[in-house]
């Protein structure tokens, strides 16, 4: 069993940096693939980034090159630093988990977090 809790949203200024934290508990979080998807009201909730348990990532194009994701395998921690943010960029994130392969449809992830609000002003 893998228990996630996401940290780190708040209230930021456009063009701004947030980073969200996602502490894994359970032993099987080294060998497991984390994804940080999103959430806007109305929206259905999308795929942002992923890592594998050998730290191969995987990003959607709407971030790419604004966020990074890592991991810290000894903290047992998932990490997004998120760059030059944008209104759009304003959801509720979610942190996920999978076994071993990085996915990117949300039905593949078996495991959730209760997410974070993540809010930006123009």
């Known amino acids: 069993q893998v228990q996630l809790v996401e940290s780190g949203g708040g209230l930021v200024q456009a063009g701004g940096s947030l980073r969200l934290s996602c502490a894994a508990s359970?032993?099987?979080?080294?060998?497991?693939?984390m994804g940080w998807f999103r959430q806007a009201p109305g929206k259905e909730r999308e795929f942002v980034a992923a890592?594998?348990?050998?730290?191969?990532?995987s990003y959607a194009d709407s971030v790419e090159g604004r966020f990074t994701i890592s991991r810290d395998n000894a903290k047992n921690t998932v990490y997004l630093q998120m760059d030059r943010l944008k209104p759009e960029d304003t959801a509720v994130y979610y942190c996920?988990?999978?076994?071993?392969?990085?996915?990117?449809?949300?039905?593949?992830?078996?495991?959730w977090g209760q997410g974070t609000q993540v809010t930006v002003s123009s």
């Open positions: 890592i594998s348990w050998v730290s191969s990532t």
């Open positions: 359970g032993r099987t979080f080294s060998s497991s693939a």
């Open positions: 996920a988990a999978r076994r071993y392969t990085i996915k990117r449809p949300t039905s593949e992830y078996n495991y």
